[in-house]
């Protein structure tokens, strides 16, 4: 079973700067695409940006330039360093990975973390 357990959120006034970092777990596996979504109660989930197994990088317009994605293969984390806070980054940050436990690839999603950036 495959577990992704993010932290790193909080309250943080408007121009500062927080690192979510996404912790992937259980037994062997491969981890392929991972990335950052988030959604508020008035918008549906949209991607903040994602990172493929070759490093490549992928961002929303509306964080590029203010937010930079990274990942560590050796302990399955990745990051996303939270640069020049606005009020409307406020949501529910989710991580998102395809990981292969054998056959295929799946879909994981981690429970969210809140970020709430003040005015």
């Known amino acids: 079973q495959v577990q992704l357990v993010e932290s790193g959120g909080g309250l943080v006034q408007a121009g500062g700067s927080l690192r979510l970092s996404c912790v992937v777990s259980?037994?062997?596996?491969?981890?392929?695409?991972i990335g950052w979504y988030r959604q508020t109660p008035e918008k549906q989930r949209e991607l903040v940006a994602t990172?493929?197994?070759?490093?490549?990088?992928n961002y929303a317009g509306s964080v590029k330039g203010r937010f930079t994605i990274s990942r560590d293969n050796v302990k399955n984390t990745v990051y996303l360093q939270m640069n020049s806070l606005k009020p409307e980054d406020t949501a529910v940050y989710y991580c998102n990975a395809q990981v292969s436990v054998g056959i295929g690839v799946d879909d994981y999603w981690g429970q969210g973390t809140q970020v709430t950036v003040s005015s």
């Open positions: 259980g037994s062997t596996f491969t981890i392929y695409g």
């Open positions: 990172i493929s197994h070759l490093g490549t990088t």
